[in-house]
């Protein structure tokens, strides 16, 4: 999908086929250097779509996003100080110069999109030319002469995985980061949460129903497919949450391997704290930069087993982010949070469902890269409440 104003935003195979990487830890064995996958007509129209400066005016603008990252920079500073970092995907330049500000030896920032050659004047306009390197190409084809400290770099989505960007920030670890180097951000988790919401419902559908007294019900079916037939991108607050929310995927960037995020495939189970009218599920992510690799973790991409979330047995969700050290930066774009331009992603149903106050909601959603697009999101979403089970299937495209 590409964003509102015309540009994009901005996926079990649990090790189902495991490959050795490169400066794997644990003493496993080294395996060549990864080759670059072919570049499509469609990864050439993404990296158009980011030479246009509004997303990147966006971004930028996005004080949550910038300013976290800034401070994930300085609070990392120590590890970044006379080091080689690689900002893969740095559009205007800006985490690159935060680097090369914070103490950087060289930063090698990669965009395939033509917003390098303004990233190229920014660099020099700020004298910073023999710290950053600029490179115009794709991350998977460009070539340097060292291995690098840190990788950084903002590649996520709406839905976490939609752009499919991650992808190459594993080629580029697997290719270019020294083994025990710093990936900022280290982790990110995507979680989903059933909502209601009827001021949606009553301004998209049952407006039809009574137009200066005229009965235009007979536009519901085109209202209902025309409003939510696709994800939105929307705002909601912590009043449409009808529970606390379910992790469906969290990505460990040390360790996850592009194939294990070409179809992910979460269950989840809530109980609705209220009763509601329940218009379908609102999807969030967070990253966290948590600094270097934690070689006790054997993480790479968790799927949850069905969790349940309800009043009392939320301590699966408590214990994840409760015993986080308090040190650890965290970019949320959850609805409780201060607001970010990936605002939430809402999967409507074309019919609410009224649920009872501790009914049960549970099912499971899919989360696969397109075979047509593989920066397009097909979105499998099963759902049982009240003994009735549903399926909705669409594409973030
Ligand atoms: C979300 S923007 C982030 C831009 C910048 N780092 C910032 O924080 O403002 C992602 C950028 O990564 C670039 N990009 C995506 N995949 C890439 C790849 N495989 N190689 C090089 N650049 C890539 C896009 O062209 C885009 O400019």
Not at 294 to 311: K, R
Request: overall charge negative.
């Amino acid at each position: 999908m590409l964003h509102g104003n015309g540009y994009y935003r901005a996926g079990h195979l649990r090790s189902g086929r495991p490959r050795r990487r490169r400066g794997a830890p644990y003493g496993q064995q080294v395996q060549e250097r990864p080759s670059a996958p072919p570049c499509t007509e469609y990864d050439k129209a993404y990296f158009e779509a980011y030479a246009h400066i509004g997303i990147h005016e966006e971004m930028i603008k996005d004080h949550v996003r910038t300013t976290t990252y800034r401070a994930a920079i300085m609070q990392y500073q120590d590890s970044i100080v006379g080091k080689v970092v690689m900002d893969v995907g740095c559009g205007t330049g800006i985490l690159a110069i935060f680097c090369a500000l914070a103490g950087a030896r060289r930063v090698y920032a990669v965009d395939a999109s033509e917003i390098a050659f303004q990233a190229s004047e920014i660099v020099r306009s700020n004298n910073l030319s023999d710290k950053i390197v600029v490179l115009h190409g794709r991350v998977e084809d460009i070539n340097i002469e060292e291995m690098v400290d840190v990788i950084i770099s903002e590649w996520m989505g709406y839905l976490l995985l939609y752009e499919s960007m991650l992808p190459s920030i594993i080629f580029a670890r697997d290719k270019w980061l020294k083994p025990d180097g710093l990936i900022l951000p280290s982790h990110a988790t995507l979680y989903m949460a059933p909502i209601t919401h009827n001021d949606r419902y009553r301004d998209s559908i049952d407006f039809w129903r009574n137009v200066y007294g005229i009965d235009m019900s007979a536009m519901l079916p085109l209202a209902k497919q025309c409003a939510f037939e696709e994800p939105c991108v929307e705002t909601i607050t912590g009043e449409n949450v009808l529970t606390w929310p379910s992790p469906v995927v969290r990505v460990d960037c040390y360790a996850v391997m592009a194939e294990e995020l070409e179809s992910v495939t979460s269950k989840y189970r809530f109980t609705s704290m209220m009763q509601a009218r329940l218009h379908g599920f609102a999807f969030w992510f967070d990253v966290e930069f948590d600094g270097p690799r934690n070689v006790s973790s054997t993480e790479h991409l968790l799927l949850p087993e069905t969790s349940s979330w309800d009043a009392t047995s939320h301590t699966y969700n408590s214990s994840k982010k409760r015993t986080k050290s308090t040190e650890t930066i965290v970019l949320s774009t959850a609805p409780e949070d201060a607001p970010t331009h990936w605002q939430q992603t809402l999967i409507y149903f074309y019919d609410p469902i009224e649920v009872r106050k501790d009914q049960c909601i549970e099912g499971s959603i899919t989360l696969s890269q397109s075979k047509e697009n593989a920066r397009f999101l097909n979105i499998r979403l099963e759902y049982s409440s009240g003994g009735r089970t549903f399926v909705k299937e669409t594409v973030m495209r």
